[in-house]
């Protein structure tokens, strides 16, 4: 199973991206898929998991500007961020976890960047 993320980017605070990640191999529709970030010298902080049943959980930090949305049919998860602070900065990196694993599937990470 392969996680491949995109969309990352700099971009003013204030402004916007939207993530793909896009999963190769397993039964993506299965999956929990999650979005965490890591920015520099600070350790991976979740932003938020979508169920294969549509259910979204976000962290404090992030809720009411970023939204999480799959599309089984293109095996694709998305993070749109609005409203981006600099606190935002990070590598932003997707995963896939199911039940039956002992440890979810990671993707690269892409970086985005906010600039004050």
């Known amino acids: 199973v392969q996680l491949q993320a995109s969309g990352g980017g700099l971009v003013q605070a204030g402004g916007s991206l939207r993530l793909s990640c896009t999963v190769s191999g397993g039964e993506f529709s299965g999956y929990v898929m999650g979005w965490s970030r890591q920015a520099p010298g600070r350790s991976r902080e979740l932003v938020g998991t979508i169920t294969s049943g549509g259910v979204i959980n976000y962290s404090n930090s992030v809720k009411g500007r970023f939204t999480i949305s799959r599309d089984n049919a293109k095996n694709t998860v998305y993070l749109q961020m609005n409203s981006l602070k600099p606190e935002d900065t990070g590598v932003y990196s997707c995963?896939?976890?199911?039940?039956?694993?002992?440890?979810?599937?990671w993707g690269q990470g892409t970086l985005v960047t906010v600039s004050s």
């Open positions: 995963s896939a976890n199911h039940m039956k694993l002992v440890r979810p599937y």
